[in-house]
């Protein structure tokens, strides 16, 4: 069974720490691309609880992450603009949330996006039976038809650059990745 590797992406105090310890209390967080080798490589799964990163500061976790052959995926929390200074306030510890810096901090956060290299994106939310999380979309891989020697024909994933969005309530027959686009027009 294959690893895997959670990247949270949400403001501080949209409810990651209560996730993780309601959802994926089994996941070891990580601080660093070595650490995160480190337990991929060790068969544990672990997640990146930094909502602060952006695409590019996620890369070199991603890049690493693939490299073990971890699944990789993406848990994006959402939160109410109106409730959110009070909710961020109220942790502890915390000094209260200006309802100015809401819209610094998202400005700074690049969602992911499965072009990155997740293999999922999901959407965590709270309702009254606890925490739970729902699909937003998945990677579903793009794959050609080679003949072999003997005349018959092999089904090859074209790689991680190619893929169909598999997204719920949409048609993945005309969803693609750019980079499968760009190979479609170019034949």
């Known amino acids: 069974m294959k690893t895997e590797f959670l990247v949270f992406w949400g403001l501080s105090g949209s409810g990651q720490e209560a996730f993780r310890e309601a959802v994926t209390p089994e996941h070891r967080v990580v601080t660093s691309v070595e650490e995160a080798i480190q337990v991929l ?6 997640l990146l609880e930094s909502g602060n990163l952006t ?7 991603l890049e690493a992450a693939l490299a073990t052959g971890a699944v990789v995926r993406a848990i994006m929390f959402q939160f109410d603009a109106a409730k959110h ?8 510890g915390r000094t209260v949330a200006s309802r100015y ?8 956060n ?7 290299g997740f293999d999922e994106i999901r959407y965590a939310f709270r309702d009254e039976f606890g925490w739970s999380s729902a699909r937003f979309e998945a990677r579903e891989p793009m794959f050609e038809f080679v003949r072999n020697p003997d005349g018959s024909m092999t089904r090859r994933e074209l790689g991680r650059a190619y893929f169909m969005i598999d ?3 949409a048609s993945s027959c005309c969803l693609m990745s750019r980079a499968a686009f760009e190979q479609l027009v170019r034949h």
Request: hydrophobic share 35%.
């Open 41 to 46: 490589s060790g068969g544990e799964a672990c």
């Open 55 to 61: 695409q590019a500061e996620r890369a070199p976790f």
């Open 85 to 92: 200074p009070a909710r961020f306030s109220a942790r502890r």
């Open 101 to 108: 810096a809401i819209p610094d901090e998202l400005a700074r």
């Open 110 to 116: 690049d969602m992911p996006g499965l072009e990155e």
């Open 167 to 169: 997204r719920p309530g």
